[in-house]
């Protein structure tokens, strides 16, 4: 009589799942740090204009503030300076979501190296453009920064969201006669600096821009603007309300806003109005 030998399941199946642990260990990879001690910890942090480019010189660039949320004490700041970035890169190449995206062309950003003991929760804030105070944002955002762990590349990305808008013409201030035709000039552009024009990487047809006459804080007409190549702006004209209507002036704003990504600016300015002209007479 023949025997048959049966190997216990318990005995077979260590050796089955063996070769899987395995090759799951080999994947995991330690940190070559010390293990006690302060480690040298690198930040880059990337100021950038919503939907846009990154904040540069040519609007002032961008305060960058870091602080440890447990002692409130502040890590680092700085300005952001430098180039806004390549905008074909930027606004018209696809990209995959590990890609870099800013940092494959020379483009501003604000870099530290911190001395991290242990892992720290800090506040990154960010606030600009510092060249228009009128129109400054501020942001920011909370992470753990792992010592020795370097954050590069496109580094701690930070959105601030906007529209530059500047009346151009009349001049704040400038004073106004009474029933005269004027024309409300005002340029917009992104909080990066990049105009905002119609067909553009910023299609001014996509965004609601328009203008406004008050007296006082009362809203007496609605204006539809209209984009200028030649003066590269968007104007509208408006009668002057009558002198007696008007003793303390009149207020002009204008608005743009972008309801798809939630940017918005505006500029107003108050204006004194004079009683209209009188006819000249004739000399004979």
């Given at each position: ?9 318990r ?6 799942l ?5 090759s799951?260990a080999?994947?995991q990879t330690l ?5 006690n ?26 305060r960058?503030?870091?602080t ?5 004490h502040i890590l ?6 430098g ?8 606004m ?10 800013y940092s494959?062309r ?9 001395e991290?003991?242990?892992p ?5 804030s960010?606030?600009g ?7 400054l944002q501020?942001t920011?955002?909370t992470?753990?920064l792992?010592p020795?762990?370097d954050?590069t590349?496109?580094?701690i ?8 808008v500047?009346i151009?013409?009349?001049k ?6 009474a029933?005269?035709?004027v024309?409300?000039r005002?340029s917009?552009?992104?909080?990066s ?9 910023w299609d001014?047809r996509?965004i609601r ?6 007296i006082?804080d ?6 539809q603007m ?5 003066s590269r702006?968007f104007e509208?004209p ?15 704003r204008?608005?743009a ?5 939630g ?13 209209e002209?009188?006819p ?5």
């Amino acid at each position: 009589m023949t025997r048959s030998f049966l190997v216990p399941l318990r005995l077979i199946l260590p050796l089955i799942l063996l070769p899987c642990f395995t090759s799951s260990a080999k994947g995991q990879t330690l940190p070559a740090l010390p293990l006690n001690g302060p480690q040298p910890t690198t930040v880059l942090v990337r100021v950038v204009a919503h939907g846009a480019m990154v904040l540069g010189r040519e609007v002032g660039g961008a305060r960058v503030t870091i602080t440890d949320v447990a002692s409130g004490h502040i890590l680092a700041t700085g300005l952001q300076q430098g180039e806004s970035g390549d905008q074909n890169q930027i606004m018209r190449t696809p990209h995959m979501m590990e890609e870099p995206i800013y940092s494959s062309r020379p483009s501003a950003a604000f870099t530290t190296t911190l001395e991290l003991q242990k892992p720290t929760l800090v506040e990154i804030s960010a606030e600009g453009p510092l060249a228009y105070p009128a129109a400054l944002q501020r942001t920011s955002k909370t992470l753990l920064l792992i010592p020795g762990q370097d954050l590069t590349n496109d580094g701690i990305v930070l959105h601030l969201s906007g529209y530059l808008v500047q009346i151009e013409r009349p001049k704040p201030r400038e004073a106004l006669i009474a029933k005269d035709d004027v024309k409300l000039r005002a340029s917009i552009r992104t909080l990066s600096g990049s105009l905002v024009r119609p067909h553009g990487d910023w299609d001014s047809r996509k965004i609601r821009i328009y203008g406004e006459v008050l007296i006082g804080d009362r809203i007496i007409e609605r204006l539809q603007m209209f984009y200028d190549e030649g003066s590269r702006t968007f104007e509208a004209p408006f009668f002057v309300p009558p002198w007696k209507d008007v003793p303390d002036g009149i207020k002009l704003r204008v608005i743009a806003t972008d309801l798809s990504t939630g940017n918005s600016g505006m500029d107003q300015a108050n204006y004194p109005v004079l009683s209209e002209r009188l006819p000249t007479k004739s000399v004979r």
